[in-house]
């Protein structure tokens, strides 16, 4: 088996994001984002089987780093709001930092790419989000309704203050993130 260089499996990947970002999934073409990698077309295929597994291998990978983010400092064992604000502002700052990135995850989800072991596995990396709704509502402080509902509604607000963001028509202060916070919450909390 060759050895992986991830110095050009990451060319390619931030090649590949900017690339979709420009012109979709339907618009990679595997030769225009060789060029963009600075590399051979043949490269792009020892890395990669096909555009279906780069775009695959590139949602994973940028789902792990999400999730890696987003629940940094998260003790399943703290008190439910304690994890609740801690989750969601590492979620809010993490998407405010990558709008490339977040932009994509949402785009990948919506796609015809959306693969169902890819999925499964970015299923368990988002996990304790799950758990710590599902405790909120046994604890009586979040509203009754299918927990895939109330994460919807958390990550939606959030791509959607993301994207204000990144257009430069909404400037992130302090104040304005407590401000969404409290927003957030009251759209779940029971």
């Not at 990679?28 to 077309?41: G, H, V």
């Not at 490269?43 to 775009?55: N, Q, R």
């Not at 596995?121 to 509203?143: H, I, M, T």
Request: net charge neutral.
């Amino acid at each position: 088996m060759r050895n992986i260089d991830t110095d050009k499996e990451q060319a390619i990947f931030q090649a590949a994001l900017r690339l979709i970002q420009q012109e979709g999934f339907a618009g990679l073409k595997m030769s225009i984002l060789a060029k963009e990698a600075q590399m051979a077309a043949g490269t792009i295929y020892l890395y990669f089987k096909s555009k279906e597994d780069l775009i695959n291998r590139l949602y994973i990978t940028l789902k792990r780093r999400s999730a890696k983010s987003f629940l940094k400092g998260y003790d399943p064992k703290a008190p439910f709001m304690e994890g609740f604000e801690l989750i969601w502002q590492n979620f809010l700052d993490t998407n405010l930092a990558n709008p490339e990135e977040s932009a994509f995850l949402e785009q990948y989800y919506r796609s015809p790419y959306l693969d169902k072991t890819v999925q499964d596995e970015a299923d368990q990396l988002v996990a304790p989000v799950f758990e710590l709704l599902e405790r909120g509502k046994r604890e009586r402080l979040v509203k009754e309704a299918p927990t895939e509902m109330l994460v919807a509604q958390l990550t939606g607000f959030v791509a959607a203050l993301t994207q204000l963001h990144a257009s430069g028509g909404l400037t992130m202060t302090a104040a304005f993130k407590n401000a969404a916070l409290a927003m957030a919450w009251d759209g779940v909390k029971r």
